[in-house]
């Protein structure tokens, strides 16, 4: 964990993101908290990190995604040398955790 983003004002958010319940809800949330180009960022960076872990090229990437090679490459960059917590999602998505919190 970083060092530098543990606050209360960050415990709060992540509480509050851990009561929603289902996919209506997280879009509610989501609307509400991000801008529309913030929120497609966050989840163009999570399939530019699902594609990376399928052993996918830049190239492919950028073609799918629109991302740019430096997304790409800071992407890698946290799969490779991060916190594990793109991995850590990839493996709960993979066990059936959208079926345990109703998403």
């Given amino acids: 964990m970083n060092k530098k983003l543990k606050s209360n004002s960050v415990d709060h958010l992540f509480e509050a993101i851990l009561c929603l319940r289902d996919k209506a809800e997280c879009y509610d949330f989501f609307e509400d908290l991000c801008t529309v180009n913030e929120l497609l960022s966050l989840s163009q960076r999570f399939e530019v990190a699902s594609m990376l872990n399928n052993h996918r090229t830049y190239q492919e990437i950028a ?10 490459s800071r992407v ?10 793109y991995q850590l999602a990839m493996e709960r998505l993979g066990e059936g955790c959208e079926k345990d919190n109703k998403i």
Avoid: F, M, Q, V
Wanted: net charge neutral.
């Fill in 63 to 72: 073609d799918k995604t629109g991302a740019s090679t430096a997304t790409i």
């Fill in 76 to 85: 890698n960059r946290s799969l490779n040398y991060g916190n594990d917590g």
